[in-house]
């Protein structure tokens, strides 16, 4: 998987700069699953971000583990944010739909891990005046 470039709105300390943030998270989360690399989330990570470390942590067990991830990228199908605190804290919902996704282990076996599905991100962020940071992320299933 190729580095995910961020929408240059993530540049902006405004609700539409944090959708962009938020949606930059997303691929990220998708990154570091299929790379095995969690650093470049890490870094857009709070340092209490409890969801953040819970994905770290994951990575490496899988990476330690010696198998990967196999999925295709995560759909941002709805979003929206409002600005809680102006130019600084900022909710961001976003809606995104996952296929199914499959472990595959060191010797080339696939194990369709999930279905996929449909999942709400709940982000609390801030600008920081040099870019985004994640200070918590809250996961919600959708049922069809």
């Known amino acids: 998987m190729a580095f995910p470039a961020p929408d ?3 540049a902006e300390p405004s609700p539409e700069g944090a959708i962009a943030a938020g949606t930059q998270f ?3 989360y998708d990154y570091a699953y299929s790379t ?7 870094e857009m990570s709070a340092e209490g971000c409890v969801f953040c470390g819970h994905v ?3 990575v490496q067990e899988m990476v330690d ?3 990967s991830t196999e999925a295709d990228p995560l759909r941002v199908s709805l979003s929206d944010s409002a600005e809680i ?7 961001v919902h976003l809606r995104a739909e996952q ?8 010797d080339g076996t696939r194990h369709q891990t999930s279905e996929g599905g449909t999942v709400d991100f709940i ?3 801030s600008w920081r005046g040099d870019g985004w940071r994640v200070e918590a992320v809250t996961l919600e299933s959708v049922t069809p």
């Open 8 to 10: 240059p709105a993530i």
């Open 26 to 28: 997303v691929a990220l």
């Open 36 to 42: 095995g690399d969690s650093g470049p989330l890490m």
């Open 56 to 58: 770290r942590d994951r």
């Open 65 to 67: 583990g010696g198998y």
């Open 85 to 91: 605190r102006e130019d600084e804290w900022f909710r």
């Open 99 to 106: 296929g199914p996704v499959a472990t595959v282990t060191r």
């Open 123 to 125: 982000f609390a962020m």
